[in-house]
């Protein structure tokens, strides 16, 4: 098992807006870079490495690419990341991240995420994406109007035939990020929501109700991972990357199971590098795209048996201070941020707020000393990938 | 009630048999000829072994609901799943022609052809009460 130091989370930074109508997209990511460079004590030009994934600004520009938002930054680098998988992008940059500075390709990572999806009126689940003109996959489905709710829908609804698992326990999940949400005033939707609340909002994508969905936001966030003796020297919490794994899922020629996630591989991946097993997580971020993916995801990471999701879920056990796996403590997508539809971003930052103790008192796990944080992007009916991190307090 | 628009599927050189197919009401899959397994979509190469010996075949066009859901926000609710045909594959396709209420996983479905606005056939499903 590897728990040598490789690296550190040294710096984490979540923009506060969630409409962002007065700025562009490129300054979000600059906005946030800066306030995750602050955040660690460091500086632009201690920056050596840059990561980032298809919502950076100038992702479309040809020719240019992610060299449109270098170059606005003004950064120097002698390492370049461009792994695009979506809303599990942010979590593999990190493990990219340590590896590259353990390989001696660069020693100050910086990783940003931003989008303005709601300033620009986007209706993220409930319509289909734009066609794909080379996806081999496209016309095959695009006529059938995919839509994100619906492919995770899906999934509720196969979970539920097999399972038994009830549309009150996955409300749950949705009350648990509500009761943290309360507490951070950044967060979207701060009202304390009852199971009673989650049935009886409309019907979005059969089981999933409009409460069962995250927020569309607009923001961002970014991170500063950096070599050992970089983070040594500055004066914030250690916090070390010591486990880490990815897998994308996808359909396998039509041998479709829509019950387990790509979290099966990444899970035990990231489990056994980091030499730990669920019981010794203390606090969990994992991606609430929907209430679904919270449930199937923390069965698939180990946390429970398969199908015992749903009763794992409920009774508040996954509220901090009441339950036995606090997760979410910033309000999650569902109630929080869900910036540029990508939400493995705030979920690393979370969980470095956890392990420094710098979450909102009302919702920070005592002595937390673990933490794990799992992206999941793509759409868990379809095609995706998943990825985990285990994160430790030094 | 009214039908909601579809878009057109775009065929492209690996595709032009299933489209055409489609359009004399014939729903196709690809076997390998190499591995003998069935899948969908069709590909050149199979998904499985990676042979290039992979040939079309006629599906019978019934099949059963694994999973569905109903877009309950657009203008005319409307019902994705995912039928499992009797050949073996998943696919992804609408329950059409019957009420979304109706609709349950394990339930029979047999295919119709429906028109997208190119006027392209479009295999879907709907309930099998025969």
């Known amino acids: 098992m590897s728990r040598t130091s490789k690296a550190y989370i040294v710096g984490a930074f979540e923009h506060p807006t969630r409409k962002a109508d007065d700025k562009s997209l490129a300054q979000l990511h600059a906005e946030v870079a800066k306030g995750a460079l602050e955040d660690a004590g460091l500086t632009k030009d201690d920056v050596d490495g840059y990561f ?123 009350v648990a990020a509500s009761h943290h949400a309360q507490h951070n005033p950044h967060a979207m939707l701060r009202d304390v929501v009852t199971v009673e609340e989650v049935l009886a909002s409309p019907m979005i994508a059969d089981p999933l109700h409009r409460l069962d969905c995250c927020v569309i936001s607009d923001g961002g966030g ?54 730990v097993t669920p019981t010794d997580v203390k606090y969990a971020s994992i991606y609430d795209s929907f209430t679904i993916t919270v449930l199937m995801t923390l069965e698939d990471l180990g946390f429970c048996a398969k199908g015992d999701g749903g009763k794992f879920v409920s009774d508040g056990n996954l509220i901090s201070g009441v339950g036995k796996l606090p997760f979410n403590t910033d309000g999650g997508g569902l109630c929080n941020n869900h910036p540029s539809n990508r939400g493995g971003m705030t979920k690393v930052i979370e ?27 793509g759409a868990l009916g379809s095609r995706h990938g998943s990825a985990t991190l285990i994160l430790e307090r030094e | 009630m009214t039908e909601r628009t579809i878009d057109a599927p775009h065929p492209n050189p690996e595709t032009t048999r299933y489209w055409a197919a489609a359009n004399e009401r014939k729903l196709l899959l690809k076997r390998c000829e190499a591995c ?86 479009v295999p879907m499903f709907t309930l099998d009460r025969t």
């Not at chain 1, 001696?104 to 989008?115: E, P, R, W």
């Not at chain 1, 991972?225 to 919490?237: D, T």
């Not at chain 1, 020629?253 to 030499?275: C, H, K, M, N, Q």
């Not at chain 2, 066009?61 to 859901?69: A, D, E, P, V």
Request: net charge neutral.
């Open chain 2, 36 to 121: 003998g397994q069935p899948h969908f979509y069709p590909r050149a190469l199979c998904p499985f072994c990676f042979s290039d010996r992979t040939a079309w075949q006629e599906s019978s066009g019934r099949g059963t609901i694994y999973s569905f859901s109903v877009m309950r926000r657009a203008a005319v609710p409307y019902v994705l799943s995912y039928v499992t045909l009797a050949e073996g594959p998943t696919i992804m396709t609408n329950i059409v022609d019957c009420d979304p209420d109706a609709v349950r996983i394990g339930q029979p479905v047999r295919v119709v052809f429906k028109t997208s606005d190119s006027g392209q056939l």
């Open chain 1, 222 to 275: 970014a991170l500063v991972v950096a070599a050992p003796e970089i983070a040594k020297s500055l004066k914030r919490p250690l916090v070390r990357v010591i486990g880490t794994g990815y897998a994308p899922k996808h359909q396998r020629g039509g041998r479709i199971d829509l019950t387990y996630s790509g979290a099966v591989w990444s899970g035990p991946a990231a489990f056994a590098e980091a030499g």
């Open chain 1, 351 to 377: 969980a470095v707020r956890q392990l420094r103790g710098e979450a909102h008192p009302k919702v920070q796990v005592p002595n937390c000393d673990l933490a794990l944080a799992h992206g999941t992007g």
């Open chain 1, 52 to 174: 980032c994934a298809g919502d950076v600004a100038g992702w479309d520009a040809r020719g240019a690419g992610p060299f449109s938002i270098i170059d606005y930054m003004g950064l120097s680098l002698r390492y370049l990341d461009t792994t695009e998988s979506w809303g599990s992008a942010y979590v593999v940059h990190v493990a990219h991240a340590m590896e590259a500075i353990a390989a001696g390709k660069c020693t100050v990572a910086l990783i940003t995420l931003a989008g303005r999806p709601r300033a620009e009126g986007m209706a993220t689940g409930t319509v289909a994406a734009a066609e794909s003109l080379t996806a081999a996959e496209t016309q095959f489905e695009h006529p059938h109007a995919p839509t994100v709710a619906l492919l995770y829908g899906m999934c509720a609804m196969r979970h539920m035939h097999q399972y038994g698992t009830t549309s009150e326990q996955l409300a749950w999940i949705k």
